[in-house]
C-alpha cells in the first residue's frame, strides 16, 4: 500500500510540475496565443476579474469605484508568479515525498518535503536536508534550475508587457486631443473640421491602423495587457478603437469627402480586433446599446451646422446603423466586460443622461442613456 501511495504521490507531483510550466510557457514565453479557457492561468484571470468587478461594484465611493478595477493587472501579475511557483513547490514535494528514502536525514512528513522542495526551489538551501541518492540529487538541481527560470523569465515578461503598455497608452494620450475625453468618434470629425485639419485625417487613420494592429498582436498573445488600464481619467484603449470606428463609420456613411479609402481600412482592422477579442476572450455578448436614431440626427445635424458635405440623412442612417452593427456588439461585449469609463455611442452610458429633441437641432453633450 504505502508503494503505491507513494507512486500515486510522484505522479501527482509530476502533473502539478508540468502544468505549471506547461502554462509558464503558455503565458509568457510563446509570443501568440495558445491553449484553451482552461490553462490555469486564464482560469484565474477570469474569476479573479470576475469577483474584483464586483467588488469594485458595492465600493460607494464613486473615485474609489474607479480606481480599484486599475489596481486588477498589477495584482493577477503577481498572483500568476505566486501561482506558477506554489504549484512547482506543491510538485517536487509530492515527488521528494515519494523519494524520501534518497534523502538524510529522513523526511518525516510531507510538511517537510514541502519545506525541503520549497529550499530547493528558491536555491536557499539551508542545509538541514540533503539529498543523497542520484534521483533526488538530480531532482534538486533540477527544481532550483525551474525557480531560476521562473523567476528570470517573469521578471522579463513583466518589463516587457509595461513597454507593450507604455507603446499602447502613447496613442491614447495622443489621440484623446482628437477625440476628447471620454474619446468619440463624432468629436474626432468635427475637431478636424473646426480646426481645418481634415488633410491629416488620413495620416491619423494610417497610425490608428498600425496601433490597432499592434494591439491585436500585444494583447492576444499576453491577454493580462488587456487588464491594464488607462492612466488616464475617462481615457481607455477600447474607447480609443470605438472612436476610431465610429469616425471611420461617419466618414464612410454621412460625410461626402474624400476619405473613403483609409476609413474602410480601419474600419476592417477594427472589426477584426474586436471580434478576435470577443472569441479568444470568451466575453459574454448580448444586445449593443446601439446609436438610435435620434443621436444620429443630432449628430448629423451637428455636422450640417460646421459646414461639411454630408450625404443625405435618408441615405447616410441604414448606410451607418448597416456598418455599425457589424462591430456594435463585440465593441460594447469588450467595453462591459473591462469597466471602460462611460463614452458616447460605446459600452454602459447608463450614467450619463442627456435628452435629445429630434425638432431641435442641437448636439447632446453626452451619450444619451438606455
Known amino acids: 500500500m504505502t508503494v503505491v501511495l507513494d507512486v500515486l504521490a510522484g505522479a501527482a507531483g509530476f502533473i502539478c510540475v508540468a502544468v505549471?510550466?506547461?502554462?509558464?510557457?503558455?503565458?509568457?514565453?510563446?509570443?501568440?496565443?495558445?491553449?484553451?479557457?482552461?490553462?490555469?492561468?486564464?482560469?484565474?484571470?477570469?474569476?479573479?476579474?470576475?469577483?474584483?468587478?464586483?467588488?469594485?461594484?458595492?465600493?460607494?465611493?464613486?473615485?474609489?469605484?474607479?480606481d480599484t478595477p486599475g489596481v486588477f493587472a498589477p495584482t493577477l501579475m503577481v498572483t500568476l508568479l505566486v501561482f506558477w511557483i506554489s504549484a512547482q513547490v506543491i510538485g517536487y514535494g509530492l515527488i521528494f515525498w515519494a523519494l524520501r528514502d534518497g534523502i538524510r536525514p529522513p523526511l518525516p512528513n510531507l510538511g517537510s518535503a514541502l519545506y525541503f522542495a520549497g529550499t530547493s526551489l528558491l536555491t536557499i538551501g539551508y542545509g538541514d536536508f540533503a539529498p543523497e541518492h542520484l534521483a533526488t540529487r538530480a531532482l534538486a538541481m533540477l527544481s532550483a534550475v525551474g525557480g531560476l527560470s521562473t523567476f528570470a523569465i517573469v521578471t522579463t515578461f513583466w518589463f516587457q508587457?509595461?513597454?507593450?503598455?507604455?507603446?499602447?497608452?502613447?496613442?491614447?494620450?495622443?489621440?484623446?486631443?482628437?477625440?476628447?475625453?471620454?474619446?468619440?468618434?463624432?468629436?474626432?470629425?468635427?475637431?478636424?473640421?473646426?480646426?481645418?485639419?481634415?488633410?491629416?485625417?488620413?495620416?491619423?487613420?494610417?497610425?490608428?491602423?498600425?496601433?490597432?494592429?499592434?494591439?491585436?498582436?500585444?494583447?492576444?498573445?499576453?491577454?493580462?495587457?488587456?487588464?491594464?488600464?488607462?492612466?488616464?481619467?475617462?481615457?481607455?484603449?477600447?474607447?480609443?478603437?470605438?472612436?476610431?470606428?465610429?469616425?471611420?463609420?461617419?466618414?464612410?456613411?454621412?460625410?461626402?469627402?474624400?476619405?473613403?479609402?483609409?476609413?474602410?481600412?480601419?474600419?476592417?482592422?477594427?472589426?477584426?480586433?474586436?471580434?478576435?477579442?470577443?472569441?479568444?476572450?470568451?466575453?459574454?455578448?448580448?444586445?449593443?446599446?446601439?446609436?438610435?436614431?435620434?443621436?444620429?440626427?443630432?449628430?448629423?445635424?451637428?455636422?450640417?451646422?460646421?459646414?461639411?458635405?454630408?450625404?443625405?440623412?435618408?441615405?447616410?442612417?441604414?448606410?451607418?446603423?448597416?456598418t455599425r452593427a457589424k462591430y456594435a456588439v463585440p465593441l460594447d461585449a469588450m467595453a462591459r466586460w473591462w469597466r471602460i469609463p462611460p463614452a458616447r455611442w460605446v459600452g454602459d452610458r447608463s450614467r450619463i443622461r442627456v435628452h435629445v429633441n429630434v425638432g431641435v437641432p442641437r448636439e447632446p453633450d453626452a451619450p444619451v442613456s438606455r
Open 20 to 66: 505549471a510550466i506547461s502554462d509558464l510557457f503558455a503565458t509568457v514565453i510563446v509570443p501568440r496565443s495558445v491553449g484553451g479557457p482552461w490553462r490555469p492561468s486564464a482560469v484565474i484571470t477570469r474569476n479573479l476579474w470576475r469577483r474584483w468587478r464586483e467588488a469594485a461594484m458595492r465600493i460607494p465611493d464613486m473615485e474609489r469605484r474607479e
Open 161 to 322: 508587457t509595461f513597454g507593450a503598455f507604455q507603446r499602447r497608452e502613447a496613442f491614447v494620450v495622443t489621440i484623446s486631443e482628437r477625440t476628447g475625453a471620454p474619446p468619440s468618434g463624432l468629436e474626432f470629425v468635427k475637431r478636424h473640421i473646426k480646426l481645418g485639419l481634415m488633410d491629416d485625417v488620413e495620416i491619423i487613420l494610417r497610425d490608428g491602423q498600425r496601433w490597432i494592429a499592434e494591439v491585436m498582436e500585444t494583447h492576444l498573445a499576453y491577454p493580462v495587457l488587456a487588464y491594464f488600464r488607462s492612466s488616464h481619467d475617462d481615457e481607455s484603449w477600447i474607447g480609443t478603437i470605438g472612436a476610431m470606428l465610429d469616425a471611420s463609420t461617419l466618414l464612410v456613411t454621412t460625410i461626402d469627402l474624400d476619405h473613403r479609402g483609409q476609413a474602410e481600412m480601419t474600419l476592417r482592422i477594427g472589426t477584426h480586433l474586436v471580434r478576435d477579442f470577443t472569441g479568444f476572450f470568451r466575453l459574454p455578448t448580448g444586445d449593443a446599446s446601439g446609436v438610435e436614431y435620434d443621436e444620429f440626427v443630432a449628430a448629423y445635424r451637428s455636422l450640417r451646422e460646421l459646414g461639411v458635405p454630408l450625404h443625405p440623412l435618408d441615405d447616410a442612417w441604414p448606410a451607418f446603423s448597416a
